[in-house]
């Protein structure tokens, strides 16, 4: 799964994470492509979103303090279904958008 964040200069950068736990965060959450994942994004304000795999979950700037990654598919995702009606954009679509936005 990849994490996209705004650095504290504005730039976007990312990590990866492969491994089911939570991981702990503090920053400005741009995307967040979860591939074959599913699990929850944690906000500052005490607020969580779910994700199901396939997703590309748009972050929109909020204060991200933690992303959840579940061993199972959890049950807001309900059982596996096609991926044709979800967001399409990959992480090199994202990279582009990076490029793009690069002086």
């Excluded at 994490?3 to 995307?31: I, K, P, V």
């Excluded at 199901?52 to 991200?64: S, Y």
Aim: aromatic share 14%; proline share 3%; net charge negative.
């Amino acid at each position: 799964m990849y994490y996209w964040f705004y650095t504290s200069s504005g730039d976007l950068d990312y990590r990866l994470f492969d491994c089911a736990r939570r991981h702990n965060l503090n920053s400005r959450g741009y995307a967040l492509d979860v591939g074959a994942w599913s699990g929850y994004v944690h906000f500052a304000d005490g607020r969580r979103a779910y994700f199901c795999d396939g997703w590309l979950l748009d972050l929109n700037g909020r204060h991200v303090v933690g992303v959840e990654m579940a061993e199972t598919r959890i049950p807001e995702c309900g059982k596996p279904t096609s991926t044709a009606d979800q967001d399409s954009r990959s992480t090199d679509d994202l990279r582009l958008d990076v490029a793009r936005q690069q002086p």
